[in-house]
Structure formats: structure tokens, C-alpha cells
């Protein structure tokens, strides 16, 4: 029995935890991966977009050798935060059923049985990708998440998108010798990219170095080429490999298990209190950038890092009457 279950172990539920420790609640994070899963499974050279400063979570500065950290920065950060604070996580322990009786939640793993007071779900959006639905996109060619450009060495890449990934992506893999092509749904590229990065690739693209195509989608993929669509005619393009960096979305599956609400049905942005960030179910919290729904490009670890506080405070002033 826990005062609080904090489920998922990235910024925002470490932060929970943080807070629970500092005021002496019974609790426990569930982790269905590694700590800070989302951030381990970026790039391996990805800088933020924020500053260390911003990024800082329980009175402990964030070091890094520049402005922007790098994810590798990051990890330590977060492995030095559960450290001090002996934080309580069980890792690779997905939750696979959430149950409210008699006022507790009673929660299922793989390996237990947990029961809480209070339960916050801090899942993100980073394990669920947009999927481009179209033939071929199951060929293990297509990858929906980058990791580093070796494999990619002298390889024909398409990469689909025309955001902050997309634009890394095709950038690094050219920089490392690999045949880029883009694949941008919109007119232009998203013109909130990076501002070192975004000069870069209009550059790359202006001169031909990596060629671009807008107002494109993709048809069909087979295992030696690609169909696109522009301006409503097909173009064949040989490929190797496909990056499609077309974004995240949540995993609504807990949310719709203990029936919270949505404020915003077409975003399908959960219903919570801002105060409190309690949902329509007492004793279920949403904390972090699941806030923002569909809406990816809303909530940053930087912009939620009252989240802990505001429920932490919250399960007190209720527990206190």
C-alpha cells in the first residue's frame, strides 16, 4: 500500500518522486523500461533545445559543457537525481491494468500487485509513433525512431517530415555519407526548427546537396523503392532506407482504462485540473507532457516542472481534512 504510485520514470515522474520523498509519502515509480526511457531511446548525439538551466528538477544544478546539453548529459543528470534523492523506482515493469475499488487503485504489473492512495500517470508520448499507414511501412527498412548514421553509411535515405527530427536526422546522415532525400507533406520546413540547425539544411537543400521534396506525401514503400505523391503525381524513388520522423503520440490506454475524461476530443487532451492536475477521477493525477494530448509541440520538460509540486501539494491539503 502507497500514498502514491507514480507511473513512468522520465523527467516529470522522477520529479514526482522527488517531491513524495522530501515530503515523506509512501511511494513507488513504475517504469516499463529504463530510467528516463524516452530520453535514452533519442539520438545518440542530440543536443536540447533547452538550456541546463531549464531543464533543472530538485534543487540540483544540471552541469553540461555548453548552453545546450546533450542527451548523454542528460542521462547522467537523471541517474545522479535518483541517486541522491535514493529515489524508489521498479524498472521494466509495465503496467498493464489499472482498477479503482473501495477508494484505491489497484495497480497490475508483469511481476505484482500494487495498491495506492493516489496514483500520477507521467507515460509521455515518445513510445507511440504517428504512423504514415501506407503499404510497406511494416518492412524493416522503415524505422520510426534514429539512433546514430552508421548504418546509413552510402545508403539511398528518404526522411520523412520537415520538423526538429527530421531536419537532424537528414543533416547527420548526410553528414556521414548517406544519399538524403526529404519527404515534407507541407510547403516549407517547420520554421521554429533549431536556429543553428535551420540555415543549415535550407542550405544543404539550396544547393542540392540533399534534395527535398515539398508538398509530398508518401504512397507506397517496397523493399528497393518508394512512391511518392506530388501534386498529385507519382514519382518512383530507388531507397534503401525510410526515417519516417512524422512525431509522437500518447498511449491512451491507461487513461481510457480508469475513464478520464478529455477536455479537448479532437486534440484528445485528458481533462485535469490546472491547480491540482487532478482528473476527473479522485486520486488520479496527469502530470508532465501527456498533458498537452495530441498537441506534442505544447508542453516540454521545461514547462512542466511545477507538475510535482502542484500534486504533491495537492494529495497533502486533501489528506490534512
Not at 513524495?20 to 529504463?34: D, M, P, R, W
Not at 526511457?37 to 536540447?48: A, D, E, L, Q, R
Not at 503520440?249 to 491507461?254: A, E, G, S
Amino acid at each position: 500500500m502507497y500514498d502514491l504510485v507514480i507511473i513512468g520514470a522520465g523527467p516529470t515522474g522522477i520529479n514526482c518522486g522527488i517531491e513524495a520523498t522530501k515530503n515523506k509519502l509512501s511511494y513507488c515509480i513504475l517504469e516499463k523500461g529504463v530510467l528516463a526511457n524516452s530520453i535514452y531511446h533519442f539520438p545518440t548525439n542530440m543536443t536540447f533545445f533547452s538550456t541546463s538551466k531549464n531543464l533543472e528538477i530538485g534543487d540540483i544544478p544540471f552541469i553540461s559543457h555548453s548552453d545546450k546539453p546533450t542527451r548523454k548529459e542528460a542521462l547522467e543528470y537523471y541517474r545522479r537525481l535518483v541517486e541522491y534523492y535514493h529515489l524508489q523506482i521498479k524498472f521494466q515493469q509495465s503496467v498493464i491494468q489499472i482498477d479503482r475499488i473501495d477508494n484505491l487503485f489497484h495497480i497490475t504489473t508483469f511481476k505484482e500487485n500494487i495498491k495506492a492512495k493516489n496514483i500520477v500517470l507521467a507515460t509521455g508520448f515518445y513510445d507511440s509513433p504517428r504512423l504514415l499507414n501506407v503499404p510497406g511501412e511494416n518492412l524493416p527498412k522503415v524505422k520510426h525512431y534514429y539512433d546514430d548514421p552508421h548504418p546509413y553509411i552510402g545508403m539511398k535515405v528518404i526522411v520523412v517530415g520537415g520538423a526538429n527530427s527530421a531536419c537532424d536526422v537528414a543533416l547527420e546522415t548526410w553528414n556521414h555519407g548517406a544519399d538524403v532525400t526529404m519527404i515534407v507533406r507541407r510547403p516549407a520546413l517547420y520554421q521554429k526548427v533549431k536556429y543553428w540547425i535551420l540555415p543549415n539544411i535550407q542550405n544543404r537543400i539550396k544547393e542540392g546537396s540533399i534534395k527535398a521534396y515539398f508538398n509530398t506525401v508518401i504512397h507506397s514503400i517496397t523493399a528497393d523503392n518508394v512512391t511518392i505523391i506530388q501534386s498529385g503525381n507519382k514519382v518512383k524513388l530507388e531507397n534503401d532506407y525510410v526515417l519516417a520522423m512524422t512525431g509522437y503520440k500518447p498511449d491512451y490506454t491507461l487513461i481510457d482504462q480508469l475513464g478520464i475524461n478529455y477536455s479537448n476530443s479532437a486534440d484528445k487532451i485528458p481533462s485535469f485540473d490546472e491547480a491540482s492536475l487532478e482528473t476527473n477521477i479522485r486520486g488520479a493525477y496527469i502530470a508532465g507532457v501527456i498533458n498537452g494530448g495530441m498537441k506534442t509541440s505544447s508542453l516540454f520538460i521545461e514547462n512542466t516542472r511545477d507538475h510535482a509540486t502542484k500534486i504533491v501539494s495537492h494529495i497533502l491539503a486533501i489528506s490534512a481534512k
